[in-house]
């Protein structure tokens, strides 16, 4: 019975992943990378489901709420990007990117937090944490 319990949250986070990355990457992109910025990134596909839409809004919200005076001054920046849409394609190949992913980037480091970031996707307190921790790691 502990197996069950143990082997079902693990098959609904791979069927959630699955699901939400089973769309073909069609993208381009222009947009560079700046080394002293934090950059939050989250990449997805036109069609989402209800889990994928809250990682970004609580994402988004998690960063703006965390770091107010940053994000207005531009330091810390919160985007979504849709791999369907053909500007993105370079970015997102940069960043070796071409599914699902949320990712937290200050110049050439980044940090995946996808698997988190779904696990966490309806906890804002968790997402905040998550976010929180990834952006101190990044800055060391």
Do not use: W
Not at 65 to 82: H, Q
């Amino acid at each position: 019975m502990k197996r069950i319990f143990t082997f079902f949250p693990v098959l609904t986070l791979m069927l959630i992943t699955l699901s939400c990355s089973g769309q073909t990457n069609k993208k381009e992109n222009s947009q560079a990378i700046n080394s002293s910025k934090v950059n939050v990134y989250y990449f997805h596909f036109t069609r989402r489901c209800e889990t994928c839409k809250a990682v970004e809004a609580n994402a988004k919200k998690a960063v703006e709420e965390l770091y107010p005076a940053e994000v207005k001054s531009g330091s810390y920046t919160f985007t979504s990007i849709n791999l369907d849409e053909a500007e993105y394609k370079n970015l997102a190949e940069k960043l070796g990117v071409g599914g699902q992913t949320l990712l937290v980037v200050r110049g050439d480091k980044k940090i995946d937090i996808t698997g988190e970031g779904f696990m966490n996707a309806r906890d804002l307190d968790k997402m905040k944490d998550e976010i929180r921790a990834t952006v101190e790691k990044i800055l060391l």
